[in-house]
Nanobody, 122 residues
């Protein structure tokens, strides 16, 4: 079992940066892949990025490539999402999730955090 808690969201202006953190507890975290997803009002949950168990392999959605970077620190049981050059269309609730295989599909992840709101004003 893995418990996840996101933090770092907030209200920023377009062009600003934010760093989201996902703190995990549970003995299986280091054996889990982790993904970040986001969901805007009235829209489906959207894949943002994922990171492998070791942290060496990452995947990033085309919509955020070059602006967002995912990383993990297994010693601290954390996964971070560095978000630069934020745009109003990045506004959403951001969720981290843990699973057994890297995927851009929400159903592939068994454990989810409660989410953190990111709002980008123009």
């Amino acid at each position: 079992q893995v418990q996840l808690v996101e933090s770092g969201g907030g209200l920023v202006q377009a062009g600003d940066s934010l760093r989201l953190s996902c703190a995990a507890s549970g003995r299986t975290f280091s054996r889990s892949v982790v993904g970040w997803f986001r969901q805007a009002p009235g829209k489906e949950r959207e894949f943002v990025a994922s990171v492998s168990r070791s942290g060496i392999s990452t995947t990033t959605a085309d919509s955020v490539k070059g602006r967002f970077t995912i990383s993990r620190d297994n010693a601290k049981n954390t996964v971070n999402l560095q978000m630069n050059s934020l745009k109003p269309e990045d506004t959403a609730v951001y969720y981290c999730a843990a699973g057994t295989a890297m995927s851009n599909v929400p159903a592939a992840y068994a454990y989810w955090g409660q989410g953190t709101q990111v709002t980008v004003s123009s």
